[in-house]
């Protein structure tokens, strides 16, 4: 008896490709998306921007530089891309235009190496009178910050050894009283040496820092927010648009099926009987899954507002704009998975497939800034990457409407491609 | 029911209400409908009867204008099907309950109504009239999944009629209902038709056509094989002859040869036979005996609906 039940089960499963398709495809397909993100498939592990900004030129600073440009887990920048390779390049970051940039959002971190750090670049023991590095940061980003704090220190410890070295023959002659002439010419002649090997280390551009070579602060830094210092709730308007943008997809995705269920049903025949035509119908539903999705991205920052402290109302022009954009596209995304989907089990199975995925590589189970680069730019073909963006831009950033052009331009042309195919191919219901 | 309000703006003047020349279908290799004419008058109701498959639904889709037709033309007082001013004469009742599961009686029928263009007093009005036309005045409220099934076939047709068409197409309306409701639809199909509208009726229950229509066409094979009232039909069909009913017992196989023998034919172990003269009833019943079958009872019938539509369309299973 167990037998014919268990032949039965599988003949059922077998023919119902949703069930089949949410069963097989989906798991590998999240396993995939999910390995590439940690596991660093492709040697493609995320690599921290960070700007650089020397304003000392002091042989210690340019180690230091050479250092953190060495390490293969930062991409440093000292002054802005050109927009085009042949124009000439842009002038260097200043402390200003650095912070103007991570507040901006193109680097999480800025390092600002100040005038005279050359003269005391080492501060063991709580040296005071060292310069400090300034580390500007987005506090959106809490991991880049420490990293980038760790591998400073590293570097100095493996990139500047002559200045480590001449630093302690000071401390030598500061606490213990001095080298004898002999003593003093020895260790000269070392650092000589010394600076013949860094130069031929330079000159062939390898990195020999070792794997592990631990921190212990020697290199004073002064760590400050640039961006988010003054949030209450740091991450809750970030979470509030990536959850939201999810669910809304789902909403718009389920709400679009009812075409199916007209279609199953006969009203959508009955309906386009009566004076209303296809375009009027998918028009009116364009609409209301906008408003419907709107509402509920509503509902959500309220309540992020009433218990998370989300500062939603001194940032309402934003979340308009953002809101009605984002609803938007998001409606005509389930418009066109409706119109193309033959039954509502099908649209069941697709929209969850497809809106995992977005949200997975787009950034609503995970920030994009914390993924490796090409998946940050499979990223930009979702809605949700797009929209988070925008949302962080008013929440986080606090940026006026006017910076959320590239996001609502985009959300709004996604928008409307889709609608426009979601017509084209909803003429199979129009006429037989 | 209030009758105070006209359901069809029918004028002396209008030109038939619906003509259909030479109308054509095809998917892919199957013909639909092949070549149908037909016209409709005011006031009338044509029974459109034929086997599942014949072409009806495909026909009836047609003159809505929810399938486009390879060859030939339909016209609603004079407009093409896809006109507005067809589809604002034009009023279809789908055998599928097409109506929102989620709303109540009066939201659905003036849901339809808006998208027939009706608006304010006159949409309130219409929808009245409806609720009371299918008896669910009482139910207006109430959504529509709560319906019993008969109330559903009630406000489906409601929600058919509710801009006041003067051409009614009804796709099988009684499908699924008990003798109660069928009946009150049979009376408020009587109540339109009776108002002047041009009532197009498909169905499978003989009995229906013979009692609501005033002439019958029967389709198969996408062809209008005849079509007449039902005397004409049962006239054209059987002439003066009769049906001979009987049953015999024996075994089967044995029944089966001789009605064969005598251009007989079994219908749920009974033997039909048609005759000329009632006289032809002795000869039948001595050969049966000769052929050892022993007579249970035996009928004399006029042959109805029922009996062309089976001559007709021959009682082989069609799916």
Sequence with gaps: ?432 | MSANLPLVNATESSPTPLEIDCLSKSFGEVIAVDGVSLELHAGECLGLLGPNGAGKSTLIRSIVGRILPDAGRVSVFGFAASSPEARAALGWVPQELALYPRLTCKENLAAFGRYHGLSGGKLTESVAWCLDWAALTDRAGDLEKNLSGGMKRRLNMAAGIIHRPRVVLMDEPTVGVDPQSRNRIFEMIEALRDKGAAIIYTTHYMEEAERLCDRVAIIDHGRIIAQGTNQELVHSTFASRSQVVARFAGPADEVSLWVEQHAGHLVDGSAEFTIEHSTEIAGLLDDAAHAGLELLDVTLRRPNLESVFLHLTGRELRD
């Excluded at chain 1, 100040?114 to 040296?127: L, V």
């Excluded at chain 1, 060292?130 to 991991?143: T, V």
């Excluded at chain 1, 002649?189 to 551009?205: F, K, M, P, T, V």
């Design chain 1, 1 to 432: 008896m167990i037998i014919p039940i268990i032949r039965t089960a599988i003949t059922g499963l077998c023919r119902d490709r949703a069930s089949l398709a949410l069963s097989f495809i989906l798991p590998i397909a999240f396993f995939s998306i999910f390995a590439v993100i940690f596991g660093g498939q492709h040697n493609s592990t995320a690599r921290i921007n960070v700007i650089l900004v020397d304003e000392d030129h002091s042989r210690a600073s340019l180690d230091l530089v050479r250092g953190l440009e060495r390490e293969s887990s930062l991409a440093v920048s000292t002054r802005p891309a050109s927009k085009n390779k042949s124009a000439a390049p842009l002038p260097e970051y200043t402390a200003a235009s650095a912070e103007a940039a991570v507040k901006a959002g193109n680097a999480p971190v800025a390092l600002i190496i100040p005038q005279g750090f050359g003269q005391n670049p080492i501060s063991f023991g709580g040296d005071n009178s060292a310069p400090q590095i300034q580390l500007l940061n987005d506090s959106s980003d809490m991991i880049a910050p420490q990293m980038v704090s760790g591998l400073l220190q590293k570097a100095a410890m493996t990139a500047m050894p002559v200045t480590m070295a001449e630093k302690g023959m000071q401390y030598t002659d500061q606490y213990i009283g001095g080298f004898s002439p002999e003593q003093r010419k020895r260790m000269d002649g070392n650092l000589d040496q010394l600076r013949q090997i860094e130069s031929r280390q330079d000159a062939a551009g390898s990195s020999s820092a070792p794997a592990d070579s631990g921190s212990g602060g020697m290199i004073a830094v002064k760590a400050r927010s640039v961006v988010g210092q003054d949030k209450r709730s740091p991450m809750i308007s970030f979470y509030a648009a990536s959850i939201g943008v999810m669910f809304l997809l789902f909403t718009a995705t389920g709400s679009a099926g009812v075409l199916l269920d007209e279609a199953e049903s006969g009203t959508l025949d009955r309906v386009l009987s009566s004076r209303v035509t296809m375009t009027t119908l998918l028009g009116g539903k364009l609409i209301y899954n906008t408003l419907l999705a709107f509402t509920q991205l509503a509902v959500m920052f309220l309540w992020g507002w009433a218990v998370f402290k989300l500062d939603l109302f001194t940032h309402i022009p934003g979340f308009l704009v953002m809101g009605l954009c984002t609803a938007f596209a998001v409606a005509a995304f389930g418009m066109l998975l409706a119109s193309i989907c033959q039954t509502r089990a099908q649209l069941g199975a697709i929209s969850t497939l497809l809106i995992l995925m977005m949200s997975a590589v787009g950034g609503s189970m995970f920030p994009r800034f914390l993924m490796p680069e090409a998946m940050q730019k499979a990223g930009l073909f979702t809605i949700n990457a797009w929209a988070i963006d925008g949302f962080t831009k008013v929440f986080w950033r606090d940026l006026p409407v006017g910076q959320l052009w590239q996001q609502v331009s985009v959300l709004l042309a996604v928008g409307i491609v889709l609608f426009v195919l979601a017509r084209r191919i909803a003429r199979r219901w129009e006429i037989a």
